[in-house]
């Protein structure tokens, strides 16, 4: 069974950091581009970032380029958002979603709250 | 960056009735060397991931009723459902997967009439 586990949210003042984790199981992570999604409370979903499978390319959405990386362990099967100058509109529930033709697989979300 | 736009915004439907809903992309997703059109559907209930139902604009995902059904090409595209059940109250998300930034439609919230 397809398992995707975020973690790493929480509340965090503008201006600060998080990391968002997503445990991967079921699957050959490693064969997989992985994305994150989020999506603001009673908003719309909103693509954030991409990695391809062994890491080596990734894209962001204008809104978050130069703040957050996208990153990947394939022996740990493990996919990373490293947040940084965190803004206020930059709160959602944050999805780590695997890519097959359309984004087939979705974790639970993890939200993160900036506020002060 | 391809804009989706999805209509109506909500919609109220009667059990066993058809619902329909539209998503327009801003240029072709449709590639040429597969024809094949990049549009993924979702359904997204409340406090709940969205769930993947039709990729390719019009296949449907394992598992997914048959009530469910995709068309469309080139731009425009829609979601069928032919005969509403309960369980398909939610917020219907349309994608296009053809090109970076992969974008949403703004969702359509379906409701019984």
């Known amino acids: 069974e397809v398992q995707l586990v975020e973690s790493g949210g929480g509340l965090v003042q503008p201006g600060g950091s998080l990391r968002l984790s997503c445990a991967a199981s079921?699957?050959?992570?490693?064969?997989?581009?992985m994305h994150w999604v989020r999506q603001a409370p009673g908003k719309g979903l909103v693509w954030v970032s991409r990695i391809n499978s062994d890491g080596s390319s990734t894209s962001y959405a204008d809104s978050v380029k130069g703040r957050f990386t996208i990153s990947r362990d394939n022996a740990e099967n493990t996919l990373y958002l490293q947040m940084n100058s965190l803004r206020a509109e930059d709160t959602a529930v944050y999805y780590c979603v695997r890519a097959a033709a359309g984004f087939d697989y979705w974790g639970q979300g993890t939200l993160v709250t900036v506020s002060s | 960056d391809i804009v989706m736009t999805q209509s109506p915004d909500s919609l109220a439907v009667s059990l066993g009735e058809r619902a329909t809903i539209n998503c327009k992309s801003s240029q072709s997703v449709l590639y040429s060397s597969n024809n094949k059109n990049y549009i993924a559907w979702y359904q997204q209930k409340p406090g709940q991931p969205p769930k993947l139902l039709i990729n390719?604009?019009?296949t449907r995902e394992s598992g997914v009723p048959d009530r469910f059904s995709g068309s469309g090409s080139g731009t425009d595209f829609t979601l069928t459902i032919s005969s509403l059940q309960a369980e398909d109250v939610a917020v219907y998300y349309c994608q296009q997967y053809y090109s970076n930034p992969y974008t949403f439609g703004q969702g359509t919230k379906l409701e019984i009439k």
């Open positions: 079921g699957f050959t992570f490693r064969s997989y581009w």
């Open positions: 390719w604009a019009s």
